[in-house]
Structures are given as C-alpha cells and as structure tokens.
C-alpha cells in the first residue's frame, strides 16, 4: 500500500483516528466543525489520563525507565500527537539512550477508562502511535500495551500487518474528508447511545433532512424532465 508524505500544516489529530474508526460523522465534528460536548466517560477518561500526561514525570523501576507524555509525529500517515506512556526495556538489542547503558526496547502504553472494546477503535489509535515511533526512531515495533482501568489490567497487543494497513488507510480517508471540508452524514447504530455528541449530531433529524433533501431533488429532476419533454413536443409540432 502507498504512503502519502504530508507537510507539517497537513497534520491531523491522531487521537482523531479513534473517533473516525467510531463514526467519521462524530470526527468531523470535532475536528472539522470544532464541537465537542462533555459527558460521563469523556470527563473520568480526562481524570485517567491526569498523571499519564504529565511530561516531567519520568520513573526507573530495575529494567524499565518510564517516560510520560511522550510528543508524536509521523508525516507518512500525516498524524501528530502524544503517547500517554513509553517503557524502555533493558535488552540485548534496540536503540541507545543517552545517559543510559547498554540497549533497551521501546513499548508504548495506552491507558483507557473502560474495559477492551469488541471492535477495532483502540487498536488502531495504538498502532498509529507505534507507527509514529517507528518513524522516527527508525525502530521495529512488534508489541504495544493497553492499560485498561476499569478492569485494572494491561493487554497485550501484537501490531499487526493488518492493523498497520488498517491505520494507513484511514488516516488517508481523514485527510481526504478534512480536505473536503464537508462533515459526512449521519449513520444511526447502537454507538450513539454511547457517543458524547449525540445532542449535536441528532442522527435521526439529519436522516429526515436528507430525506427532504432527496424529495426535493427528485421533484426538481423531475419537472426538469417534464419543461425538456414539453419543449421537445412544441418544436416538433
């Protein structure tokens, strides 16, 4: 799959693609419309992240160096953004750190409020973070980790050929519909009930303005239709 090279200006949100994968309609909300609404779990998954995004927080526990808020770029995928933690691993192999000893892996740690999700929205935020890295530290990345807190454990994530494809592509349809600069329609499903932009988007009025919209459209094609047939009649009369 080819890979885009964007310009700084270019850049976009890489949080962003978590809401895309979601809804691209919520995402454009936000990040085209500039709207965003606070509810329950926005407001405890901003308390979570409190300490996680504090960059002068820096720990070394045995083997592991700790380093938070972590400033992310890639200009392949044309996504900017921060890593909630990085791990650095003492190992036999990997990349040098200044002041340090010896070699260490990079793993990258992704704290969420709630529990794993039973589609790809986690994942793909993830991966493009370990794509960032990998981009700029000229590293392979294989594994990367959740930290979930309502169940209070972390989860292994292997990254994937599939999921790197995944993050490609919609980070290309992002900079595709940013660029357009029109905010998708509305598409009804169960995630509105969890979505914090319900009251904004309001799906169902969107879905009847649409159906106006077509109504009227049709109408006019239609009357288009008649003056043409009607004006072919008089000329051959």
Known sequence: MNITSY??????ALSGIQHFYFC???WALIHIERQWE????TVEGQHIHERADDPFLSETRGEVITSRAYPLVSHRLGLYGIADVIEYVRASRG??????EGYWNVCPVEYKRGRPKIDERDEVQLVAQVMCLEEMLN???????FFYYEIRRRIHLA??????DLVISLSHEMHQIFHAGVTP???????????????ICVPKLTLK???????????VNEAIKSSIFYEDARSKS
């Open 7 to 12: 310009s700084d200006d270019d850049l976009l």
């Open 38 to 41: 606070e509810n329950q779990r």
């Open 185 to 199: 329609p509305a598409t009804p499903s169960q995630n509105c009930k969890a979505c914090s932009l319900v009251e």
């Open 209 to 219: 303005c649409q159906s106006v919209n077509n109504y009227v459209k049709k109408h």
């Open 95 to 100: 990349i040098v750190l200044p002041g340090r």
């Open 24 to 26: 691209r309609r919520q």
């Open 139 to 145: 590293i392979r990345i294989d594994t990367a980790d």
């Open 159 to 164: 990254i994937t050929k599939d999921l790197r």
